[in-house]
C-alpha cells in the first residue's frame, strides 16, 4: 500500500532536458520531506535534491545546482524533478525517497536516466 513510483526516465542528448516524477501513495505525504538520489554503475548513491514537507526549502548536490530543479505539489502527492543541460555524467539510476525520521524512509524502484549522443 506505501508506495513510490518514479516516471519520466529515459535517453536523452547531451543538452537536453527530462522531468522526473514521483508519485506517493499509502501515506501522509505532507508530513515528508522528499528527496532525489541517484546511482551509476561501480558508485554510491548520492543525495541530488531534496524538499522540505511544507516550506518548500530545497537543497541540492553541487554537481547539479543550477540546472536541476525539485518541487512538490501536496495536492497531487507527486514530487517533481526537473533536470536540464543534462550532461553524460548525470546518467544513472534516479531514486525517490519520502523521509519522516531517521527510522522510516521509503524508496521508490527507481527510473533510469541515460545521457548519451
Known amino acids: 500500500q506505501v508506495q513510490l513510483v518514479e516516471s519520466g526516465g529515459g535517453l536523452v542528448q547531451p543538452g537536453g532536458s527530462l522531468r522526473l516524477s514521483c508519485a506517493a501513495s499509502?501515506?501522509?505525504?505532507?508530513?515528508?520531506?522528499m528527496s532525489w538520489y541517484r546511482q551509476a554503475p561501480g558508485k554510491e548513491r548520492e543525495l541530488v535534491a531534496a524538499?522540505?514537507?511544507?516550506?518548500?526549502?530545497?537543497n541540492y548536490a553541487d554537481s547539479v545546482k543550477g540546472r536541476f530543479t525539485i518541487s512538490r505539489d501536496n495536492a497531487k502527492n507527486t514530487v517533481y524533478l526537473q533536470m536540464n543541460s543534462l550532461k553524460p555524467e548525470d546518467t544513472a539510476v534516479y531514486y525517490c525517497n519520502a523521509k519522516r525520521s531517521m527510522m522510516y524512509s521509503i524508496w521508490g524502484q527507481g527510473t533510469q536516466v541515460t545521457v548519451s549522443s
Open positions: 499509502g501515506f501522509t505525504f505532507t508530513n515528508y520531506a
Open positions: 524538499i522540505s514537507s511544507t516550506s518548500g526549502n530545497t
